[in-house]
């Protein structure tokens, strides 16, 4: 298994949220210097073929292409997309990453040539303008050209959320996401019932697992394809029991054990806010946290880790229009020493630094600015820490009430419920506001908690006495 490449994925349905929206979150937990991008691209004539600038892979693609957004590799343009939205109103995330077993690979191997992660995203947002669409394309792409590698992945718009777990070079089971339950996945495939009156799947999912002896009894994927080590009982165990133990802590579970329910009812409605604080966790306060206790050894693997280079919060909040409607609250770096910004889906363009960023540190870079911030903060965590979390919260908090304000004037702006050039105009003036304080906020930080290193380098070397 490739740690580096690594995610956590959160699905919840509108009748388990609060406010009755529809959220897919994942974190992208990869390398620190991996730098992400905001980047929109405008609908009309896109690339004519898709070629992968580290991979094999390549297709031809549809001649015009839907508006989208993308959180995307700095270093690969075009390239792995990480989240976003069309102007259709679509939303998708790729990837969670995820691996079959051996049997199912000596049976049907990857493709080296195939869909990899890295080319998923801008070959299939842009074309599609449903969820249920989005799957299709993905189906089909699968079917014709294989996968590479295993990837869980989520489409989203006004009406389903559905999540994709791909299997082998050619199989896959995706299914639509329970509106009163939640889902949640540390990278391993969790699906187990296939209905194929509800489902989308390879035609010979079952058939071609049971003619080569992949499965005892009743048809269960995750019996069948997925894979089951030693490493995911520290590695991915943990985080999935976490998650579960946040939501719904009235059921107990083992975390050695994997029997936990695909799909659990949390006890409470859950917010946006529950969801941050799911993704910055780290078993806190508890005998496994590796931050408190300054424990890089660890076993369990947490949920927020350094190595992350974004996290999104694709939130769908159906009933309003699509410019405010759609949001993506963004994350770049470590979540637990990072701010969420929202990100409308109708904003057409970001401040110019969270277009930057390459693997080696620039000043002119957003990413670059906010994990300086996140590594000052890890020199020393229960002490910088909290510095961190008190300025991001503030802005978070402010961010918040200025949102309410905000789309109540852009609602009295539409006109028969769509939106009018006044209206995008004051979401794109108040995203270019609050992205432009949040890179002071965390320029303010970096220079204070460099100030504060400076004076405890000094205590630690004073080499007083004269």
Request: a negative charge; glycine letters at 6%; charged letters at 25%.
């Amino acid at each position: 298994m490739n740690n580096n490449e690594a995610c956590t994925t959160i699905i919840v349905g509108s009748k388990a949220m609060a406010d009755g929206s529809m959220i897919y979150a994942r974190s992208d937990d990869s390398t620190a210097v991996k730098a992400t991008r905001l980047v929109y691209y405008p609908a009309g004539k896109g690339p004519s073929e898709f070629v992968a600038l580290d991979s094999p892979f390549r297709c031809p693609l549809p001649p015009r292409r839907y508006a989208f957004s993308a959180l995307e590799r700095a270093d690969l343009p075009y390239h792995w997309g990480e989240a976003g939205f069309n102007d259709r109103g679509v939303g998708m995330s790729a990837t969670e990453t995820i691996f079959s077993n051996a049997k199912v690979l000596a049976l049907d191997p990857y493709v080296e040539s195939g869909l990899a992660e890295n080319s998923v995203y801008q070959i299939v947002l842009p074309y599609v303008k449903t969820a249920r669409e989005g799957v299709l394309r993905l189906a089909e792409l699968i079917e014709k050209y294989g996968s590479a590698e295993g990837f869980g992945i989520a489409f989203m718009d006004g009406k389903e959320t559905w999540y994709l777990e791909n299997a082998g070079g050619h199989r896959y089971l995706a299914k639509k996401m329970p509106s009163d339950k939640y889902y949640v996945s540390g990278n391993q495939s969790r699906y187990r019932e296939y209905d194929p009156k509800e489902d989308i799947a390879s035609a010979d999912l079952v058939q071609w697992a049971r003619e080569n002896g992949l499965f005892e009894g009743e048809f269960d994927f995750h019996e069948a394809y997925s894979l089951e080590s030693e490493n995911d009982k520290t590695y991915n165990y943990p985080r999935v029991w976490y998650l579960q133990e946040m939501f719904t802590p009235s059921v107990k579970t083992d975390v050695k054990v994997n029997n936990w329910p695909v799909y659990q009812t949390p006890d409470r409605l859950l917010t946006v806010e529950d969801i941050k604080k799911a993704f910055r966790s780290h078993y806190d306060g508890t005998s496994h946290d590796p931050y408190l206790h300054s424990n890089p050894k660890e076993p369990y693997r947490p949920i927020s880790i350094f190595r992350t280079i974004n996290t999104h919060i694709l939130q769908v909040r159906e009933g309003l229009p699509m410019e405010i409607g759609r949001l993506d609250y963004m994350a770049e770096g470590m979540a637990d020493l990072c701010v969420f910004l929202p990100l409308y889906q109708g904003v057409t363009s970001y401040p110019k630094a969270y277009g930057i960023g390459t693997k080696h540190s620039q000043k002119t870079s957003a990413y670059w600015l906010f994990r300086k911030v996140s590594c000052l903060g890890m020199l020393n965590y229960n002490k910088y820490a909290p510095i961190i979390k008190g300025a991001y919260g503030d802005l978070e908090g402010a961010m918040s009430k200025s949102q309410v304000k905000m789309e109540a004037e852009f609602l009295s702006l539409c006109k028969d419920g769509k939106a009018t050039p006044e209206a995008v105009a004051l979401i794109q003036k108040w995203s270019d506001k609050w992205l432009t304080k949040a890179l002071k906020v965390a320029s303010d930080l970096e220079e204070k908690l460099f100030t504060e290193l400076t004076k405890d380098i000094e205590v630690e070397y004073k080499f007083h006495g004269a």
